[in-house]
């Protein structure tokens, strides 16, 4: 299937590693012209080779932390007219309530909430005015399926959500869409800090932790990060256009409930 995107204008956010740049890579597959961003020019420069490797497309790198209004303003001003945005950053540290400290709640809120909701006000305008755009969050499954230890991150994860289903009913009207990608368990470095603080809880091995966290999704192994990726690019596509507001699962099937 051609989804309509050659040429389009990319910005994928947080995508040297992980999640981000497996998006990164499906959109430069499909021909669009993708801007990745980080805050290290090394680990930037190794993800633009990979993804000329697997694509042979060449990418921009944005080296800019996009937790801070400058950071910001330099993503921006490097490709000012952007088709498609991809918003996604590290997520906030799992514990209890009564580890989170008043920092831990401000880093949350300026990483998972602010700044995805300062791109998508600086982006909307011209996508509207173009008659196209794609907004893409990258939350978390535990947006609808809240866990003991990770009340932080849903928290200030949910609430971008809220934002996003609010500013779409505007957007939509000018084929600008915006939908949230809630992962669970894929193989990223993200799970591996997660299985390696399993592993040191709960003194078993690494490989143990990874298995335990495995049995933990109904289809019995961690998501492939390119299954992640094309389900991004497909709802960037041109034929996307109807689907906006929505939050997609991609977690093997684990969410228990109806919607």
């Not at 497996?22 to 930037?44: F, H, K, M, P």
């Not at 932080?152 to 996003?164: E, P």
């Not at 949230?180 to 091995?205: H, V, Y």
Request: hydrophobic share 40%.
């Amino acid at each position: 299937m051609d989804l309509g995107i050659k040429g389009r204008k990319a910005i994928v956010c947080a995508s040297s590693k992980g999640l981000g740049l497996a998006c990164a890579t499906a959109l430069a597959r499909e021909g669009a012209e993708v801007w990745i961003n980080g805050r290290d020019q090394g680990r930037l420069d190794e993800a633009a080779a990979r993804i000329k490797a697997e694509t042979g497309a060449e990418v921009h790198t944005i080296p800019a932390d996009i937790d801070t209004e400058e950071g910001r303003g330099t993503l921006l001003a490097a490709c000012p007219e952007p088709d498609i945005l991809v918003n996604n950053n590290a997520g906030p540290p799992p514990g209890k309530m009564a580890d989170w400290s008043y920092d831990d709640w401000m880093k949350g809120i300026h990483a998972n909430m602010l700044a995805p909701i300062f791109l998508i006000k600086a982006v909307v305008p011209g996508m509207r005015a173009r008659k196209f755009g794609r907004i893409i969050n990258i939350t978390s499954a535990m947006v609808k399926s809240p866990s003991a230890t990770m009340g932080l991150s849903t928290s200030v994860r949910t609430a971008l959500t809220a934002f996003s289903k609010s500013v779409h009913q505007d957007t939509v009207i000018d084929n600008v869409t915006i939908n949230n990608l809630l992962p669970e368990r894929f193989n990223t470095d993200r799970q591996k800090f997660m299985a390696e603080r399993m592993s040191r809880n709960e003194g078993i091995t690494v490989d143990e932790a990874y298995q335990k966290i495995a049995n933990t999704i109904a289809a019995k192994r961690l998501g492939d990060p390119a299954e992640f990726g094309d389900a991004c690019a497909y709802l960037c596509s041109a034929q996307a256009g109807f689907i906006s507001g929505q939050n997609l699962q991609l977690d093997g099937g684990s969410y228990r409930g109806l919607v």
